[in-house]
């Protein structure tokens, strides 16, 4: 048993919680031995800050919360010195892939409109839709997954987005689109579709 001042953790459940964090550390960061070091870091301060825990939550949210402000902390380090307003040529394909999409007077062309979803939430709930979601996220070019991922994982606003990674709010608005046009595409092909595959 990992015990620590305010929870029990059986090695079973440590185990799990730690492959899921891991799974969503790499995600977030796109390096495997960074994402390792602020798994670590994040499971050394819940057992060492156990006493915070109040049983207010389910004890693996807790530790993601601890987990996410790891990760947060961890790509303001990243964003100092790298500079995500250059346009990458796999995000300039996505540009050109999504011109194609609609005719001239900016309506969707026939075999691009959206299909119907059915219904999100089942879908929402489906662990499988979870692995082809991460795949399709994985796909984009990372400079529009990450930006995505500040913005509607980690609940970066908009202004802190930007100045994080020293970019407009017109240029972050133009990665958004791209990166929830790609994992729409993605998504519509490989899970919402018949004969789902992943990406």
Do not use: Y
Not at 1 to 12: I, K, L, P, R, T
């Amino acid at each position: 048993m990992s015990a620590a001042e305010g929870f029990v953790v059986d090695d079973e459940m440590l185990a799990g919680v730690r492959r899921d964090m891991l799974k969503f550390a790499s995600l977030q960061l796109r390096d495997e031995t960074l994402a390792e070091d602020v798994v670590q870091d994040a499971l050394v301060a819940a057992l060492k800050n156990g006493r915070q825990f109040a049983g207010r939550s389910a004890l693996k949210t807790w530790i993601f919360a601890i987990l996410k402000n790891k990760i947060v902390d961890q790509i303001r380090e990243k964003c100092r010195t790298t500079n995500v307003s250059a346009i990458s040529p796999e995000e300039a394909n996505m540009d050109e892939a999504f011109e194609r999409l609609f005719k001239e007077n900016a309506h969707w062309t026939p075999e691009a409109r959206p299909r119907d979803w059915g219904n999100p939430e089942e879908s929402l709930r489906e662990k499988r839709f979870w692995i082809v979601f991460d795949a399709c996220l994985k796909h984009l070019p990372e400079n529009t997954a990450r930006v995505f991922m500040m913005r509607e994982f980690l609940e970066f606003d908009t202004n802190e987005v930007c100045q994080e990674l020293s970019i407009t709010a017109s240029n972050c608005h133009v990665i958004l689109h791209r990166a929830r046009n790609g994992l729409r595409r993605c998504l519509e092909k490989n899970w919402f579709m018949e004969g789902v595959q992943t990406c």
